[in-house]
């Protein structure tokens, strides 16, 4: 019944290797999104897809590639970790409108590279 | 920075007492939200209000636009213990609805 799915929920790795973390929605919604809380909970948008066409890439490293295979699918690959990177990753998904946007959020996945 | 801030920072109040945290922005808005995060969880919405509304209620929450200040408050009325959590405001800027803004959070916590 998981809304917003991401996994895993926590990684351990160390510097320079590559990994991947996955989320999938099962709201029907047309947009995802994946945003990074650092240690200070400052929550920041990375990048956002809608119907898998990226719509938003904020500043940053081009280590980081999102992909969407499909619009109830976001994720994220990150290469040549570094210690910096070790942060809170949500996945999270909404439906479209020119109204506003809620945003529903995954567990987080909790990388800590070493 | 176009990102919000919250006010105060960290709160501790008493289970049945009113909690009231701020949050101020810098640009023209579409909506603002809010969500609460319990620790070690994902972020859950709140409730939102469009820049041409004042004031919304939902249960015990109770939240005010000022546009003209820049700012929005949620109040939580007779707070219960698992209210304890992180509160966090999030602005759609006009023209970029899609793309939610969030503030530093306040951290809020209900003792008995």
């Known amino acids: 019944d998981t809304a917003v799915s991401q996994t895993p929920k926590y990684l351990v790795t160390q510097m320079g290797n590559d990994k991947s973390i996955k989320c999938e929605q099962n709201l029907g919604h047309d947009t995802m999104y994946w945003y990074k809380q650092d240690s200070k909970k400052f929550l920041k948008i990375m990048f956002s897809y809608n119907n898998k066409e990226l719509i938003i890439n904020e500043t940053v490293p081009n280590r980081f590639s999102p992909k969407s295979p499909d619009k109830a699918h976001l994720n994220l690959h990150i290469n040549s970790l570094e210690l910096g990177d070790s942060a809170v990753y949500f996945c999270?998904?909404?439906?479209?409108?020119?109204?506003?946007?809620?945003?529903?959020f995954g567990e987080g996945s909790w990388l800590t590279v070493v | 920075s176009q990102q919000g801030e919250e006010d105060p920072q960290a709160l501790s109040i008493q289970e049945g007492e009113n909690a009231t945290m701020n949050c101020s922005y810098k640009?023209?808005?579409?909506?603002l939200q809010w969500y609460r995060q319990n620790s070690g969880r994902g972020l859950v919405h709140l409730i939102l209000i469009r820049s041409n509304e004042r004031e919304k209620h939902s249960g015990r929450l109770r939240v005010t636009l000022d546009t003209s200040k820049k700012s929005s408050s949620l109040l939580i009325t007779a707070s219960r213990a698992a209210d304890t959590a992180s509160y966090f405001c999030?602005?759609?800027?006009?023209?970029?609805?899609?793309?939610?803004?969030f503030g530093t959070g306040t951290r809020l916590q209900v003792t008995l």
């Open positions: 999270a998904s909404s439906q479209a409108s020119n109204s506003g946007n809620t945003i529903y």
């Open positions: 640009t023209s808005i579409n909506n």
């Open positions: 999030a602005t759609a800027f006009t023209g970029t609805a899609s793309k939610l803004t």
